[in-house]
């Protein structure tokens, strides 16, 4: 805890100084509370009632009561069937007395004193004929003052706070009730005119409400109005990023009449879906413009979003720019490669022999490339001679120059961080346009609170002849049979003429047991739970090869772990049809395009998320035969794992898929730690739940922030913007 000089707002001041140095630091240390502001931001997650007060005479078998009582006897004993201790205490009322049972002794021990007097609220049980409550709710009450300040507020809701296994949920309240006492009034970040405009009441009135509520309409009120500052605060950063984007100077890039576009245009062996031509329009008029393009591409599995992206890089080199496409993994990188210079044959052969004399070349950058082929690529990329250069993160190093680079398309780009992506853009002459790609369906407001410094062009129809997926769910826990029918349609498509793919959720290192993270899902495992480790292809690989329904068959592995010659081998006799089975990890997830490959079972599919699902099962269906996908798992009916993968079975639909994840996962899996390292900013707001708060909060931002970008006439709002950028947080903002 950090003590220094007071501050001017109230809600600035070190907590220290309210409560003390030692105090603080035992209270709140892990808990990220420093200051009066982070307390009062500690908001309560749910609230409890004691009821009446209930003489101990009077108390009824199997009802919950309150009693007000003093500790007579407080004594530990060890239990009889298992080991630790139970504490085993008496009080009485005056009049009678009552037994109360404690688990977790050790951790009461010397908290409940001979004496000491209470609130004390159970479910009346009997034992040996005794009426006692197990494990009540206890409030120590502290002198008449605090018990006529506790049995006043007997009838209001009691907040329950987020604790830790040293800070209980009553030594908050205690710490919340100090600093509520003495609190003056407070800066607003939500400007007056927001207020009324949305029945919103002030900072101060809702920071009493959600932690002294008198009533539930007070927290309901409270909670509103603190998820709409959230919101606010979040869409106005967004908007003066926006702002701050679109001041920034950019090279217009304009396509060349009868040059490359048009070549490669007039060679695509099939007609432009109405979206991809809708949204090349958008990112066609961005790209023409002085300040740079920042644009979010989203779309369904094989909606064609490389190809429009491709459409843009060679708009800027038609203009006589380059274009860096970025991706999180040499497989997909050298996917990318390939397909690009398929797609466009000897368009991507500019200057070389046999190459049209309108084309360019397309260059590739990893790390593993052997020294020869990395001098060749950064040369055709500094020299201008490659017009496209496609590579992993090593197109970040220093060593990596453009003549002139106009586009950055980072692909996947939940996988990339804000600074990753600056430093690409920081190696154009001025700011290059950028292309955002991902193929995880954003809901939408889930579009407007992470990239809302981005607009969105969405993809959501399929180019025709696409041919239809079926999910099945292969339930080995209660149907092992079923495994075995699993290889054998493996082995009858195969017979077919197609190919098939088995994906693990691991490569296979030699762990003997894992220990998962609690389900979080009704019905899911218990924390800690031992499980068997996830099937990996080293392991299922040797199997596979032996099994009797796959002899015969070509079968090959892909992972991670290795040599990228091999990766890159394997993946070339797959994508000729010189293997019919491929063994991998989510290597393949997203890039990999056979359109051969009809079949796929996922091993565990329970340990996926169903984003990644929907993403791996978009590797089969790609070609005119229909597509197979085979979830194989021991979950059991009824629990949250099984029904996201029932859910996964039951739709193709991308975006729907999306929300169920979205549903499925903490908030802060998705907004928060997961993505920046920090805490989460959005403690209140749910952004499937809040969308139209989100809009109105969006809007109310918007046009602050255009009638004041400085926001010197919002200083507390600026502050607030500041607070939300700091180190930890910046990424979690700017994470697409």
């Not at 809702?206 to 007070?218: K, N, S």
């Not at 793919?501 to 691991?506: F, L, W």
Request: with cysteine; aromatic share 4%; charged share 25%.
């Amino acid at each position: 805890m950090k003590d220094g000089p007071v501050a001017a707002n109230p809600l600035d001041e070190p907590l220290s100084r309210l409560i003390g140095v030692r105090s603080a630091r035992a209270t709140f240390t892990g808990l990220g509370v420093e200051t009066v502001g982070d307390l009062l931001r500690h908001y309560p997650r749910r609230y409890e009632r004691w009821g009446q007060l209930t003489p101990l005479r009077d108390l009824p078998v199997g009802e919950e009561v309150t009693v007000l009582a003093e500790v007579v006897s407080a004594v530990p004993r060890r239990m009889r069937d298992r080991p630790g201790e139970l504490l085993s205490v008496k009080v009485t009322d005056g009049t009678d007395t009552l037994d109360l049972t404690f688990f977790n002794a050790r951790r009461l021990r010397g908290m409940l004193p001979v004496g000491s007097r209470g609130l004390f609220s159970g479910t009346v049980g009997r034992y040996r004929g005794k009426k006692q409550l197990t494990h009540p709710k206890v409030t120590l009450l502290r002198g008449e003052d605090d018990e006529d300040s506790v049995l006043a507020d007997l009838d209001a809701p009691i907040p329950i706070y987020p604790a830790t296994a040293k800070v209980d949920s009553e030594k908050i309240r205690r710490c919340v009730r100090v600093v509520l006492d003495t609190l003056g009034e407070v800066s607003d970040p939500l400007p007056a005119e927001a207020r009324a405009r949305n029945g919103l009441i002030g900072l101060r009135e809702a920071l009493v409400g959600i932690h002294r509520p008198a009533t539930d309409d007070d927290w309901r009120a409270a909670q509103r109005r603190l998820r709409f500052e959230e919101a606010f605060v979040l869409q106005a950063a967004l908007a003066r990023r926006r702002l701050a984007d679109g001041a920034l100077p950019a090279t217009p890039r304009h396509p060349r009449p009868g040059g490359l576009l048009e070549a490669f245009d007039a060679r695509i062996p099939f007609e432009l879906t109405a979206g991809q031509r809708a949204v090349g329009e958008e990112i066609a008029a961005d790209l023409a413009g002085d300040h740079p393009m920042h644009r979010l591409l989203q779309g369904e599995v094989g909606s064609g979003k490389t190809l429009v992206a491709l459409r843009a890089m060679l708009t800027v080199v038609d203009a006589g720019g380059q274009a860096a496409l970025l991706a999180p993994t040499e497989v997909l990188a050298a996917q990318h490669h390939r397909s690009i210079t398929a797609m466009m044959g000897d368009l991507a052969a500019g200057g070389m022999l046999g190459g049209d004399e309108r084309g360019t070349r397309v260059a590739l950058v990893t790390g593993s490339q052997s020294t020869a082929a990395r001098r060749e690529a950064l040369l055709a990329a500094v020299s201008g001679d490659a017009g496209i250069v496609v590579g992993t993160h090593a197109l970040l190093q220093e060593s990596v120059e453009f003549l002139d680079l106009g586009l950055v398309v980072v692909d996947e780009q939940h996988r990339f961080g804000v600074e990753q992506r600056d430093v690409l853009r920081g190696k154009g002459r001025t700011t290059p346009h950028l292309l955002v790609m991902t193929a995880t369906p954003i809901p939408r407001t889930v579009a407007m609170t992470v990239f809302g410094d981005l607009e969105t062009s969405t993809l959501a129809e399929l180019p025709a002849g696409r041919a239809p997926i079926t999910t099945h769910v292969v339930p080995v826990g209660e149907k092992p049979a079923w495994l075995e029918r699993t290889w054998q349609r493996l082995r009858e498509e195969v017979e077919a003429g197609h190919q098939a793919y088995v994906v693990c959720p691991r490569i296979g290192d030699g762990e003997s047991t894992e220990t998962v993270e609690p389900d979080r899902q009704p019905g899911g495992s218990a924390e800690g739970e031992v499980r068997r480790p996830p099937v990996a292809v080293l392991d299922l690989l040797p199997r596979l090869r032996d099994h009797p329904a796959l002899t015969g068959l070509r079968v090959e592995t892909l992972h991670g772990r290795m040599p990228t010659e091999d990766r890159d081998r394997v993946m070339r006799a797959f994508a000729a049809g010189q293997v019919d089975v491929l063994v991998a990890t989510t290597v393949i997830e997203v890039g990999v395009d056979v359109p051969n490959a009809t079949a796929m079972v996922v091993m565990d599919a329970d340990r996926f998320g169903v984003s990644q699902l929907h993403q791996l099962r978009g590797r089969v269906g790609r070609g005119t035969a229909p597509g197979l996908c085979l979830l194989v798992t021991e979950t059991e009916p009824g629990t949250g794992s099984r029904d996201r993968l029932d859910a996964v079975a039951a739709t193709v639909d991308g975006f729907e898929l999306a929300r169920v994840d979205l549903e499925a996962r903490r908030e802060g899996d998705v907004l928060g730690a997961a993505q920046s390292g920090g805490r989460s900013s959005l403690r209140l707001l749910r952004v499937l739940r809040d969308e139209r708060m989100i809009e109105r909060a969006r809007h109310e931002a918007t046009a602050v922030v255009a009638a004041d970008p400085g926001l010197a006439s919002h200083p507390v709002l600026a502050a607030a913007i500041s607070d939300l950028l700091d180190p930890e947080r910046e990424a979690y903002l700017d994470r697409g």
